[in-house]
């Protein structure tokens, strides 16, 4: 429930993806959040206010003359009340109009007369390739930009229209995690966040390897966080079956000389470094070029192994590392004994921040219970999703790298 205690106003003006603003309404809803619809004449002629009263269950606000509202004021009402308002979808017609600041219908009357400082504007397009690609809207988003809205893109495929291209409204769920980005502390904006996640995969011979338990789903959870503080992600991944999180810059990789190579060409421009992957110690020095047969003998293949880079050592012994310019946390999978493996793991390793998880009780779970060991002390994150207990990490990043306590001693 990431918006528990929110109140959002989702304003629908004209165009076809009023139909997915149905769905969008429902997953606000269903992540705690409460949820006022208002609609243009225009958007009312796409879906009625019938369904969106149904779904967000509060009557839908339509016209700035509504005396509903004692004071005859909706326009500032609503935007009072308010810690967002979302327009999706927003047609070139009021992306016009909000880069006018006109305010002769209710909608485009409430984002003018909006408490700029404290709620945020969010912009959800949807139009025709044409249409969005004209200079007039662009020049027009522009505007609402400088003017201190948030635009958040629009996707690919096919239209309504029947055309191809840029224009379509993002999908329910993509505007849900913009959503919940915004909402979060902005506490790493202008930063480079580089994020190991997931398994490694060493090659027996053409069909088989060896590989193993880890999800990818703690990496995946960082490399969100990251990205709803406000940094640039990139995420180097082995092999995992999760989608990229939205915004991420994904590299995805197999082996764990793969993985080292993809991370150590993306780490000068980092400012933090997060390795979560679970590497494999051993890579097989003869893996076969083709598959290898059983011969009836009943002797088993002798595989022989060859040690693997360790990653994140590597990256920590770097002078960027050593002079306080990137930050470096590692992650410790242990089985037993958390806090004493984890603290003389950040001394092997070299890093500021070591992050410690039991493995067999965190494995491809959705949940997690992390212990931070620092040269500061030792902080317990009890047991709560890897989402939740990512976003204090990355709080944690955030106020290592404010307060310059970076060095691994
Ligand atoms: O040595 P160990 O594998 O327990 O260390 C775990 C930490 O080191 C994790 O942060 C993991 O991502 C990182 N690591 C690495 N490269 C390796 C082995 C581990 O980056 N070859």
Avoid at 31 to 41: F, K, N, P
Avoid at 216 to 221: E, N
Wanted: charged share 20%; proline share 5%; hydrophobic share 45%.
């Amino acid at each position: 429930m990431d918006l528990r205690d929110k109140h959002i106003v989702l304003g629908l003006t004209g165009g076809v993806a009023c139909y997915k603003a149905a769905e969008l309404c429902r997953g606000l809803l269903k992540e705690g959040a409460t949820v006022q619809v208002v609609m243009t004449e225009a958007a009312c002629r796409f879906i009625t206010p019938v369904t969106m009263q149904a779904l967000s269950g509060r009557p839908v606000f339509t016209s700035q003359w509504d005396d509903r509202e004692a004071n005859n004021m909706p326009h500032i009402n609503l935007a009072r009340e308010a810690d967002m308002i979302l327009l999706a979808p927003c047609s070139a017609d009021f992306i016009a109009r909000l880069a006018q600041g006109r305010a002769d219908e209710l909608l485009s009357l409430m984002c003018l007369a909006r408490p700029a400082a404290r709620v945020p504007l969010l912009l959800a397009p949807a139009m025709n390739r044409e249409m969005w690609s004209h200079p007039a809207t662009q020049r027009n988003l522009q505007q609402v930009v400088a003017d201190g809205a948030t635009v958040l893109g629009v996707g690919h495929g096919d239209q309504a229209c029947g055309e191809t291209g840029d224009g379509r409204m993002l999908e329910p769920d993509e505007i849900l995690q913009d959503v919940i980005a915004a909402l979060q502390a902005p506490s790493l904006r202008g930063r480079h966040v580089l994020v190991t996640a997931g398994p490694t995969y060493e090659a027996i011979d053409p069909v088989r390897g060896i590989t193993n338990l880890s999800s990818g789903k703690m990496g995946y959870a960082v490399a969100r966080a990251a990205r709803e503080a406000g940094a640039r992600v990139t995420l180097v991944s082995g092999p995992v079956s999760l989608p990229a999180p939205r915004g991420v810059a994904r590299i995805s990789v197999r082996s764990a000389r793969e993985m080292h190579q993809a991370t150590l060409a993306e780490a000068p421009a980092a400012d933090v470094f997060i390795a979560t992957a679970a590497v494999a110690d051993w890579r097989v020095a003869n893996a076969a070029q083709q598959k290898i047969k059983k011969d009836g003998s009943g002797a088993a293949p002798a595989l022989q192994f060859e040690e693997n880079p360790d990653i994140l050592a590597d990256v920590a012994r770097s002078d960027r590392a050593r002079s306080g310019a990137l930050l470096c946390v590692g992650f410790a999978a242990e089985s037993e004994d958390l806090l004493a493996n984890a603290q003389a793991k950040r001394l092997r390793k070299g890093v500021p921040l070591l992050v410690g998880n039991l493995g067999p009780a965190t494995f491809g779970q959705d949940d997690n219970a992390l212990l931070l060991v620092s040269e500061q002390g030792v902080e317990e994150l009890a047991r709560d999703s890897k989402l939740a207990l990512a976003r204090r990490l990355v709080a944690r990043c955030a106020s290592m790298l404010d307060g310059g306590r970076i060095h691994a001693g």
